[in-house]
């Protein structure tokens, strides 16, 4: 069983910068993809990101290349997520979740795929 905990939310005015961070617990995430999506009130779940276990490969949302990065650290049982120029449409709580169902590779598609595991998220707020 896998426990993950979402922090770093927050707000932030618009071209401003957060870092979230996942820590896990109750197992090692050497053999999970981690994954962070988001949902604002009122819209559709999101995916944003997804990182592999294997080789770090990672995977991003058209809303979020070239803006956001995740990242992982095996050792720490650790994922975050650095986003960069944020927009008020960034507005939403955020979750990361994990899944091995794809031997450590992340999932064909990040919209509204069933993770394994998620956190119970942290609200992002984008706003002046």
């Known amino acids: 069983q896998v426990q993950l905990v979402e922090s770093g939310g927050g707000l932030v005015q618009p071209g401003g910068s957060l870092r979230l961070s996942c820590a896990a617990s109750?197992?090692?995430?050497?053999?999970?993809?981690i994954g962070w999506f988001r949902q604002a009130p009122g819209k559709e779940r999101e995916g944003v990101s997804c990182?592999?276990?294997?080789?770090?490969?990672?995977a991003y949302a058209d809303s979020a290349k070239g803006r956001f990065t995740i990242s992982r650290d095996n050792a720490k049982n650790t994922v975050w997520l650095q986003m960069n120029s944020l927009k008020p449409e960034a507005t939403a709580v955020y979750y990361c979740?994990?899944?091995?169902?794809?031997?450590?590779?992340?999932?064909?598609?990040?919209?509204?795929?069933?993770?394994?595991?998620r956190g119970k998220g942290t609200l992002v707020t984008v706003s002046s």
């Open positions: 979740a994990a899944d091995a169902s794809y031997a450590g590779d992340c999932p064909p598609s990040l919209d509204s795929y069933a993770w394994d595991y």
């Open positions: 109750g197992a090692t995430l050497h053999y999970y993809a």
């Open positions: 990182i592999s276990s294997s080789d770090g490969t990672t």
